[in-house]
């Protein structure tokens, strides 16, 4: 569904992705963890073509959208949902919902969708008229992923979509994520809690300084000696 080869992205003179390759199969759910400017949050952002790549080639379903404009990878089918949840603050909800929905056409169908966005996270129905920067952080967050989802995406990609929420908000992240990709999506995800990434990964990719130090299923990653004692706060 997605494949990624050789990515690099500069930053002035710094080389923030140095030869990155990632590989995700249709409904997985891939995780990209490591530390603070390991280069997590370029990735995405270049898969996207929200920076520029030094060199690399990006393919979605078999087609290569390297060099495409963003809003031509939104229409193909592919979205992300950005770190600290950028919601539009002096509009509703259902306006930030409607403005997902920008690359469609079909008026009844965008309709459907703010149904099913709401069936989704009834809060969001509750609050359907009032302010989006007068949420709470993670109701802000389920916004920042029904807008997302207001695309009909083949492919979402969720950048630190835990940051800053309680842990009870968190673990009501990871089930939106989970109910989500049981709906037939592909998720990449770049998260700072790797022990709940990488327990619903089928894949996972590990980041040092820009480049892949190590890769594998999720669950082996969780029992790795290394992962435990630099991302999971244990030792073996």
Do not use: C
């Not at 790797?194 to 300084?209: H, M, Q, S």
Request: net charge negative; proline share 3%; charged share 25%.
């Amino acid at each position: 569904m997605l494949k990624v080869t050789n990515l690099h992205v500069n930053y002035g003179g710094i080389n923030a992705l140095r030869g990155i390759d990632i590989n995700i199969e249709e409904n997985q759910i891939v995780t990209l963890i490591g530390a603070n400017g390991a280069g997590k949050s370029s990735t995405l952002r270049a898969i996207m073509g929200l920076v520029e790549k030094a060199r690399g080639k990006v393919e979605y379903d078999g087609e290569d959208v390297t060099d495409l404009p963003t809003k031509d990878i939104v229409k193909k089918g592919m979205v992300m949902v950005p770190e600290g949840r950028r919601v539009f603050e002096d509009l509703t909800v259902e306006e930030n919902l409607i403005l997902g929905a920008y690359t469609r056409g079909d008026f009844s169908g965008i309709r459907a969708e703010i149904k099913n966005i709401y069936d989704m996270f009834p809060r969001l129905k509750e609050r359907s008229w009032q302010k989006a920067g007068t949420l709470s952080g993670g109701e802000q967050q389920m916004l920042a992923v029904g807008r997302a989802l207001m695309v009909k995406p083949k492919v979402l990609m969720m950048d630190e979509p835990s940051l800053g929420l309680a842990p009870l908000l968190v673990r009501d992240i990871f089930e939106i994520i989970s109910r989500i990709h049981s709906q037939g999506n592909t998720i990449l995800l770049v998260e700072q809690n790797a022990k709940k990434a990488l327990e619903i990964a089928d894949y996972a990719y590990v980041l040092e300084t820009g480049e892949l130090v190590l890769e594998g299923p999720g669950n082996e990653l969780l029992e790795n000696s290394k992962v435990q004692e630099a991302y999971l706060g244990e030792a073996k």
